[in-house]
């Protein structure tokens, strides 16, 4: 099993980020197009990410400002990452007036991404979109192309 | 690395990539996966990502076999990194919006 961990600073409280983690409305300006969540433990995750790749997961633990836990996969038959199947883990650490957000997804496959094409399917559409814009944002972008 | 980003850049060579991913296919097995995309045009997009490293050629009499080649694919694995690095970037720039709003106020 594999795991990536990143990380970035932001000028913002927690109280600011925090709505972007767990509100539809916010969530799909960063991250997806469509967001069906109820953030609360047991709760679903469902996300439209670049127009067409449904992921899908459940809340595991949500400490309001601080943290929120969720499965992740990808809702598509014979996925290699199927839904629920992989953990996603995203902490607010204030420094300051700043705050520090981590991410963790955790419980990928160490093959995903090198023995399973299918796997690559929604990397590489990403991938495409970013080679063909340039800019980053493709997640709406494609939503206007769907 | 340029050129296999071009190369994936559109969906049918995507496509091929996918069905060649797990198992070595003759050119008409792949063109006949494409009902509204002719041989020739096919052709075309396997040599576009033969150019690039992404699929392997190999000749079996008069047929033409194609596979993917995972070792250029692993030169990409770092876009999965990039996936949540420019999604925390777009968070990034919403949440700082957003403060800086809540601080005009």
Do not use: C
Not at chain 1, 10 to 32: C, K, M, N, Q, Y
Not at chain 1, 81 to 105: A, Q, W
């Amino acid at each position: 099993m594999a795991q990536l961990v990143r990380e970035i600073m932001i000028e913002a409280t927690p109280e600011t980020i925090w709505p972007f983690l767990t509100e539809p409305d916010s969530l799909v300006r960063w991250h997806g197009t469509v967001a069906e969540i109820d953030p609360r433990p047991g709760g679903i995750y469902r996300v439209l990410v670049a127009g067409q790749f449904q992921s899908a997961g459940a809340y595991v633990e949500v400490v309001p400002m601080e943290k929120v836990v969720f499965t992740f996969g990808w809702d598509e038959d014979d996925h290699p990452i199927p839904p629920g199947s992989t953990t996603i883990e995203i902490t607010l650490h204030p420094e300051g007036d700043k705050t520090r957000v981590r991410l963790v997804h955790s419980g990928l496959p160490a093959d995903a991404v090198d023995d399973h094409g299918r796997g690559w399917a929604h990397y590489l559409e990403r991938l495409a979109v970013r080679v063909s814009g340039g800019d980053p944002g493709p997640d709406r972008g494609s939503a206007g192309e769907a | 690395m340029d050129a296999a980003l071009k190369a994936l850049a559109e969906p049918r060579r995507r496509e091929i990539l996918r069905l060649v991913w797990m198992r070595e296919l003759p050119a008409t097995d792949i063109a006949d996966h494409f009902a509204e995309v002719t041989r020739s045009a096919i052709s075309q997009h396997l040599t576009v990502l033969k150019t690039a490293g992404l699929v392997t050629e190999r000749r079996d009499g008069t047929r033409r076999l194609y596979r993917a080649d995972r070792n250029e694919m692993k030169n990409l694995r770092k876009f999965l990194d990039e996936f949540w690095t420019s999604g925390l970037e777009r968070l990034r720039d919403v949440a700082e919006a957003a403060q800086r709003d809540k601080e005009k106020r």
